[in-house]
Structures are given as structure tokens and as C-alpha cells.
């Protein structure tokens, strides 16, 4: 071991031995490495302000060299991260001195099989670009996220994401069937002998590393579920007297078996700002197999929104926020950063009874001094409830970042909601974690320790 | 929408101060990333649009100036043309007629003389535009350029005058001269005229060529596919293969 006599120079000269010269420790490259898209991080990026750097950032191509970079970190005792599409928004990527392990280059379909409705990928291939492979061959994974055009599969695992189909579909956890990584000490943790639709073999170590944020090793490779492309769909939007009746409507639909593929409920606010329409405001998007089927649901589905109270608005809500529903960029450059504000997005779950309490409490998160808007939408439903959404416009300032955060986390936990249903912990979170799962933590840190000891992976985070 | 922001004095004041975003990139996830040849060959983000907005003298070096960030991007940003000083271009007649065919200097005017002169059509040769496309920069006198060729029927042997220009591509006119191809195969579609794949398809099809792929996701500049190359830019290409139809 050569933790003692730790020499910058040997390790780089060995780390480029070990990726054939594909790695750099150039100032530019390691200060774009240096932050995922989380808000605050940018935010201090853009005012000058000089981020945590790595060491070094690899371009592994296989199994192997991720193995080996594994291993050379362990022998010089040298933190590393994992790092895909690097769209996270939470800091989780963002390690001092570490060395940071970009599996962009591992980015093959290994097998589709059609027969079996599956995919093996390495896990560096970004996700819109499996989706067109699907795609071209008939079939899709049902996955969008807003980060849809720049994630990366390992990544999405390791965030624990959904998308925007996930109330039919389900999270990257319901799409996975099985990984590979490589554990924290260079070992690798394969992939089972064969897939298999569920197996009853004990604790799955693919359920340690679904949300693990690089803690626990280096995702290399993902078995995952695939649909045929549905071809019959059903778009409409709903106009509802209150968020609560929408709400309720969508309880209704979700718990009678009618589950629709999309349902986003935008309270006036956030229906106001992307739409230009004042009402609460219920998206809907039905996707089925059989034209009857999905006649049959619609129908249904029509009575129950019927008796809540809504009413029909039209195709184009559903039209406009399909074309928009990725673009992240054009209110920052148009209005938010040109007025010297800045913005975040805060997710969380409840169930059913909790929701609307949640809702108007975070609400008056707006009160808070240096923030303008808070909106919200309730989008990724499921029998016992859903995931609340709220986008915020506030003063580009670190203080008042902070100031909603603790509000934000405050009011989720004395609620009954989640801290995060699926943007994860990152350095942004860490101090709520124990909140909210408590001595639970304790034990996943243990588990942390025994797969790595001298805590090289992503340290810092929190699992420590 | 109003109601959904808190209004203050303040808030109102700085949106009729507002400061002009030049760089959207820097505030960007990478929504074009996936579309950038030297990002999915290299998975750097430095050599993807992330890091050539933030570092233009690598934007132009290693940026293949593509353009599909741009068709990617919701603001359509040119970040392409943003890596070196402005141009101006040139335009020389080097003979009148009807269509005028239109060569960049430097890529295809060998091409364009020998076509022109086949077809006893016009010819002209725009020059210093490769340089958008090599070093990529703006060309500052482009409405002046546009406004030149206004009314002509001018069709461009390559992507590069077609794509800056706005004029069509000499492929997408090929049915109206009397040209003919044989070629069976797949063909690869220029990245600067991605949008215009079926067109480019069909008419090829209607000068004879069977056409049983297309090749839209590779740029040239990185390597040659083996399929029918429509860029003048590579060694060979359609324009050694099309021939004059006697009529």
C-alpha cells in the first residue's frame, strides 16, 4: 500500500497506463467534472466562485479497466466518483480530489431480446440514445425523466429516477432486472447466471445499488425492461374548481385499475406559468395495446372526472407540455438569470391524505424573503399516493437557496412527506437523511463500511 | 401568470433592466449533448457543447461544426459559429445562366465548373464561407450575401453554401436537370442537412439510384461511412458518379 507516500505524479502516470492514455487532469477539464446540473452548484459556478476539483477524470471502456481503476485507487488511496450523463441535481457527483470514473465510453447495447422484452446495456450509454435504438426495433423503455436528453443509464440507477411515464410504467427500479458493478475494492459484483423475471434468492444487491449515488461502487452494466411501442393513446386535459378535487379524480382513476401512462395535476399557479391558464389543470396521456381497452378506460376514466367536477380543456395543454417538457433552458435564458434570479426544483411523496396539507403548507414557502414563485404540480401517482413538485424562482443568492431548503425540508417532514422521491441526497440533502429514515441510516452505513473500508467511494455523501 | 409571482418594486424594476443571457450553454444540463459527434465518440464533456461554449479556442479545434447541437437546442443557439471572429464573404460570377450552380471556395469548385459547363448552367464561387465551417464563425454580411442571390434560382453543390445561404441543395433539384445516377446502397445524410433527409431520398431515387439506407447519425469529418457520400468535402463522393442524361 502507498497511502503513506502518496505521489500525485506516479498515480496519474499509472491511472493513464491502466485507460491507455484515455484520461486528462487538464484545470478545464476537471472544473467541467467539478458539478453535476445541481442549481447551487451552477449558481456558484457562474459567480466565479471555484468548486471542489477532482484529481483526474477516466474514460474507462469495459469491465476491465473499470476494475483496474478501482483497484489503483485503492492502492493509492485515491476517493473516486462515478459519473455518467452528469445531469443530477443534487451535488452527488461533486468530490474533492477524487478521481472521477466517466462510463460514457461504455455506452453498447450488449442484447435485446425481443422474445423476452429486455435490454443488457453497459451502463454509460445515454438514455435517449437506448431509447432510439428501441425505438428503431419497435420498442421503448418508457423512461423520461426531464433529464431524458443528457442522462446516462448507470446513472438513473444510481439516482433511483422516474420518469414521466412512471405512474403506468413504473421507476428505473421497476425497469431493472438485474446489474453488474464494480464494488468499492475493485471486485466485481456480476450479473446473475441468467435473467430471470423475479427470483426468490435473498437480499438483491441490485436494491443497494438503485439509489446509491456512487457510494457503493461503480454500476457497469444494466438488464432492463422493455415495452413494445403502445400504439393506441388517449390525450386530453381537465379543468378542475381546486388541485384537491384534481387530486382526488386521479386517486380515483390510479385506484380503479384505469392507471393512465401520464398524469400531471398543476395547481393554478404553475397552470398559470406554463400554460397560460388559471385553472387547475389535470394532463392526461392513456397508452394501451388494445383499441377497446383503451376506449373502455377512457370512458370510465370520463365518468370519474366528471363527477369531481372537471372539465375537458382540450389536446394542446397536453401538446405544449410534450414539446416542452424537456427544455430546461429557455425561461433561464429568457427571463429567470437575465432578471438576476435563479432556480430550483423540490420533489417529495406523500401519501393521499397527506398531499393537499403539503401542498399549501410548501406553498408559503413563497413568503420566504428573496423568493418569487413557487409552483406545483403532482405528477408519478400510486395507489397510496404521489410525488408533489415545486419549481421556485427566487434571488440568485446562496443565503436564500439555503433559507427554502430548510423551509422546504421542514415542512415535507412534519407532513408526512418524503425529502426526495427521486432527484436523491447528494451533498444537498445529506442533513436531512437521518430525519427522515433515522437509525436506518446507521445501518446502511455499516453496510458502507464492510464493502468499503477505507472509504474511497464517493465519500463525503451520506453514507459517510 | 401574475398572480403566481410575488410582485415587488424591485422585481418589476429589474425586468425592464434585464441583462442579456449571451451564453445560454453555461446555464444548460446539455439537452443537445446527445447530438454532438465528438461528445458520443470521446464521452467528454469537454468536447461536447458544454465545453466549447465555456472554451471556444477547443470549440475550434475539436468542434466538427456539425451544427445538430443547434437543431437540438430550444433556442436554437448558434454556438458553432461562435468560436472565432466574424467573416465576410465574397461572392464571384464566374459565368451567367440558368440555374446557377454555386461552389464554395476551396471545396467543390472543380465540381461545380465541370457540372456548370455539362449542363450550360451559371456558376458562381462564394468565398471565405468554409471558414464557418472550419473555424467556425459568423458571417457578418449574410443578408447581404442572401440578398444578392434573391430571385436567382441558385442551387449549391454543397451543404455548407446550402446551409448558410438558405438556398437548395443541388440534390434536392436533381430531378429538375438532366442528371442520372446509378448507384445501389445505402446513403449518408450531411449533417448540416439532417432536416431534409426524405427529400435528399427521394430525388436521388428519381435520377435512378436505389437507395436501401440511409445514414443520418455519422459526421464525415470523424469517418466515412461506406455508403453514397453527397459532402464534395470527401475524396469521393456523388459528383464522381452523377452523369449528364441526354435528352
Same mark, same amino acid.
Given at each position: 500500500m502507498r497511502e503513506e507516500s502518496f505521489h500525485e505524479g506516479e498515480f496519474l502516470r499509472e491511472l493513464e497506463a491502466a485507460v491507455g492514455g484515455r484520461c486528462s487532469s487538464s484545470p478545464d477539464t476537471l472544473r467541467i467534472y467539478s458539478r453535476d446540473y445541481w442549481p447551487l452548484a451552477l449558481l456558484k459556478e457562474v459567480k466565479g466562485e471555484e468548486l471542489p476539483l477532482p484529481i483526474a477524470v477516466a474514460w474507462p471502456e469495459s469491465l476491465e479497466e473499470v476494475v483496474k481503476l478501482v483497484k489503483l485507487c485503492n492502492e493509492y488511496r485515491v476517493p473516486f466518483v462515478p459519473y455518467a450523463g452528469g445531469s443530477g441535481v443534487i451535488g452527488a457527483t461533486i468530490c474533492e480530489r477524487c478521481l472521477v470514473i466517466d !462510463? *460514457?465510453?461504455?455506452? *453498447? !447495447?450488449?442484447? %435485446?431480446s425481443e422474445e423476452d422484452s429486455y435490454v443488457l446495456v453497459e451502463s454509460g450509454i445515454m438514455l435517449r440514445k437506448l431509447e432510439e435504438f428501441l425505438n428503431g426495433r419497435g420498442f421503448t423503455l418508457r423512461h423520461f425523466p426531464q433529464s431524458y436528453p443528457e442522462a446516462a443509464i448507470g446513472g438513473l440507477i444510481a439516482t433511483k429516477s422516474v420518469g414521466q411515464y412512471s405512474t403506468k410504467y413504473g421507476g428505473i427500479e421497476d425497469l431493472l432486472i438485474d446489474l453488474e458493478a464494480v464494488a468499492p475494492d475493485g471486485g466485481v459484483i456480476p450479473l446473475r447466471r441468467n435473467i430471470v423475471p423475479?427470483?426468490?434468492?435473498? $437480499?438483491? /444487491?441490485k436494491s443497494l445499488l438503485l439509489g446509491s449515488e456512487g457510494q457503493l461502487g461503480i454500476i457497469t452494466k444494466a438488464a432492463l425492461k422493455v415495452f413494445k411501442i403502445p400504439p393506441f393513446d388517449y390525450k386530453n386535459s381537465f379543468a378542475f374548481k381546486s388541485f384537491e378535487d384534481a387530486l382526488m379524480a386521479v386517486k380515483e382513476i390510479v385506484q380503479s385499475g384505469l392507471t393512465p401512462a401520464v398524469a400531471r395535476v398543476y395547481d393554478e399557479d404553475d397552470s398559470s406559468v406554463r400554460f397560460g391558464d388559471g385553472r387547475d389543470l389535470l394532463i392526461l396521456i392513456l397508452e394501451e395495446y388494445s383499441k377497446p381497452l383503451l376506449e373502455a378506460k377512457v370512458s370510465e376514466i370520463g365518468r370519474i372526472i366528471s363527477r369531481y367536477g372537471g372539465r375537458e380543456a382540450g389536446e394542446d395543454y397536453v401538446e405544449k407540455w410534450l414539446e416542452k #417538457?424537456?427544455?430546461?433552458i429557455s425561461e433561464l435564458k429568457k427571463l429567470v438569470v437575465p432578471m438576476g434570479l435563479w432556480f430550483e426544483t423540490i420533489e417529495t411523496a406523500a401519501t393521499w391524505s397527506n398531499l393537499i396539507k403539503i401542498h399549501s403548507k410548501f406553498k408559503e414557502i413563497k413568503k420566504v424573503r428573496g423568493v418569487y414563485a413557487v409552483l406545483a404540480h403532482a405528477s408519478h401517482f400510486y395507489e397510496v399516493g404521489a410525488c408533489l413538485y415545486f419549481t421556485l424562482t427566487y434571488e440568485a443568492d446562496e443565503k436564500v437557496y439555503w433559507d427554502i431548503w430548510r423551509e422546504a425540508m421542514r415542512v415535507v417532514l412534519e407532513n408526512g412527506g418524503t425529502i426526495s422521491h427521486h432527484h436523491g441526497i447528494g451533498l444537498l440533502r445529506r442533513e436531512w437523511i437521518f430525519s427522515e429514515i433515522g437509525p436506518s441510516l446507521d445501518y446502511l452505513r455499516r453496510i458502507k463500511s464492510a464493502l468499503d473500508p477505507r472509504k474511497l467511494s464517493n465519500p463525503g455523501k451520506f453514507l459517510g | 401568470m401574475i398572480r403566481a409571482i410575488k410582485l415587488t418594486p424591485s422585481l418589476l424594476l429589474r425586468f425592464f433592466r434585464r441583462k442579456e443571457v449571451r451564453v445560454p450553454c453555461i446555464y444548460c $444540463?446539455? /439537452?443537445?449533448?446527445?447530438?454532438c459527434p465528438t461528445f458520443l465518440e470521446s464521452g467528454n464533456m469537454m468536447l461536447s457543447p458544454l465545453g466549447y461554449s465555456r472554451h471556444p479556442e477547443i470549440g475550434r479545434r475539436e468542434c466538427l461544426k456539425c451544427w445538430r447541437c443547434v437543431s437540438e437546442c430550444p433556442l436554437n443557439y448558434e454556438l458553432p459559429e461562435t468560436f472565432s471572429d466574424g467573416i465576410e464573404v465574397g461572392l464571384e460570377l464566374v459565368r451567367e445562366g440558368t440555374p446557377m450552380l454555386l461552389s464554395v471556395e476551396g471545396l467543390d469548385e472543380g465540381y461545380a465548373s465541370r457540372l456548370a459547363e455539362e449542363l450550360e448552367a451559371g456558376f458562381c464561387i462564394a468565398k471565405g464561407l468554409l471558414r464557418r465551417y472550419?473555424?467556425?464563425? #459568423? /458571417?457578418?454580411n449574410l443578408s447581404e450575401i442572401r440578398r444578392r442571390l434573391k430571385g436567382i434560382k441558385v442551387l449549391s453543390l454543397s451543404p455548407e453554401a446550402s446551409h448558410s445561404l438558405g438556398i437548395p441543395f443541388l440534390l434536392e433539384a436533381a430531378?429538375? %436537370?438532366p442528371l442520372k445516377l446509378e448507384y445501389e446502397g445505402s446513403v449518408h445524410i450531411p449533417c448540416l442537412l439532417s432536416d431534409r433527409s426524405e427529400s435528399i431520398v427521394h430525388n436521388l431515387e428519381l435520377i435512378g439510384a436505389k437507395i436501401n439506407g440511409v445514414i443520418k447519425d455519422s459526421c464525415l469529418k470523424q469517418s466515412i461511412p461506406d455508403a453514397l457520400i453527397l459532402c464534395p468535402r470527401a475524396p469521393k463522393n456523388i459528383y464522381d458518379l452523377l452523369e449528364i442524361r441526354t435528352l
Open positions: !462510463v *460514457k465510453r461504455m455506452n *453498447k !447495447v450488449i442484447h %435485446l423475479r427470483a426468490s434468492t435473498g $437480499p438483491e /444487491i #417538457r424537456f427544455d430546461v | $444540463p446539455g /439537452i443537445c449533448i446527445a447530438s472550419d473555424d467556425g464563425c #459568423r /458571417i457578418e430531378h429538375e %436537370l
